[in-house]
């Protein structure tokens, strides 16, 4: 984190080094959950995806990003999977599904 980096840089009495590290990680933790909320919406765009977790890996985050992330999509996964209509065609639709959404998976990932 790059804040930590510049704290540690610092000549500060002990005292304050500590009550201001303490305050920096109270803010991080306060917007690594604000940032990993909005991850972890359904709808987000690939955009966002990218946003948020170029912000939480400089939080020092990703591992949290990468759960919350990889849940929700496997909520999507399952949510398109139940939307496909059992037909003569079903193993085919539900395999064209699955292909896509792997798909955009990784262009999320790239």
């Known amino acids: 984190m790059i804040a ?10 002990a005292a304050k080094m500590e009550d201001t590290r303490k305050r920096l990680d109270e803010r ?3 917007l690594s959950r ?3 909320l909005d ?3 359904s709808h987000i765009t690939k955009v966002a995806v990218q946003r948020d977790v170029g912000w939480l890996e400089r939080l020092g985050c990703l591992d949290q990003a990468r759960d919350v992330f990889l ?3 496997t909520k999507v996964v399952r949510q398109r ?3 496909v209509k059992y037909s ?4 085919y639709c539900l395999s064209k599904e699955c ?3 792997i798909s955009n998976l990784c262009d999320y990932l790239r």
């Open 71 to 73: 849940t929700n999509r």
């Open 88 to 91: 003569r065609f079903f193993v």
């Open 4 to 13: 930590t980096v510049y704290l540690s840089q610092m000549t500060l009495p």
């Open 39 to 41: 991850l972890g919406q």
């Open 28 to 30: 991080v933790s306060r």
């Open 99 to 101: 292909f896509d959404l």
């Open 81 to 83: 999977m139940g939307q």
């Open 34 to 36: 604000a940032v990993i």
